[in-house]
């Protein structure tokens, strides 16, 4: 995938990972669009480095799954660090 396709990967990751970990993310949509890219960058490395699992297209299910689990995980990380904080 070019890098026009993974930058709508992860802001569509990022807003679906948005709806389903709890808590609040920030101010707007933005903080979760970011966190959805990194998190779609850091679900693909994860998968590949350590279950051996490959991306496929823009359209695979295991792509988006893949990215969503990444964006969740990037998204309770940054909860739990920013809750931490106050």
């Not at 930058?7 to 949509?29: E, F, W």
């Given at each position: 995938?070019?890098?026009?396709?993974?930058?709508i990967l992860?802001?569509?990751?990022g807003?679906?990972a948005?709806?389903l970990?709890?808590?609040?993310?920030?101010?707007?949509?933005?903080p979760?669009?970011i966190?959805?890219?990194?998190?779609?960058l850091?679900?693909?490395?994860?998968?590949?480095?350590?279950?051996h699992?490959?991306l496929?297209?823009?359209?695979?299910l295991?792509?988006?799954?893949?990215?969503?689990?990444?964006s969740?995980?990037?998204?309770f990380?940054?909860?739990?660090?920013?809750?931490?904080?106050?």
């Amino acid at each position: 995938m070019n890098i026009i396709a993974w930058l709508i990967l992860g802001a569509i990751a990022g807003s679906i990972a948005r709806a389903l970990v709890p808590g609040r993310i920030g101010p707007g949509i933005l903080p979760a669009i970011i966190c959805g890219i990194v998190g779609a960058l850091v679900g693909g490395w994860i998968s590949s480095a350590f279950f051996h699992v490959g991306l496929a297209g823009f359209w695979s299910l295991k792509t988006w799954a893949i990215a969503i689990a990444g964006s969740a995980l990037v998204l309770f990380l940054w909860g739990a660090f920013h809750n931490r904080k106050k």
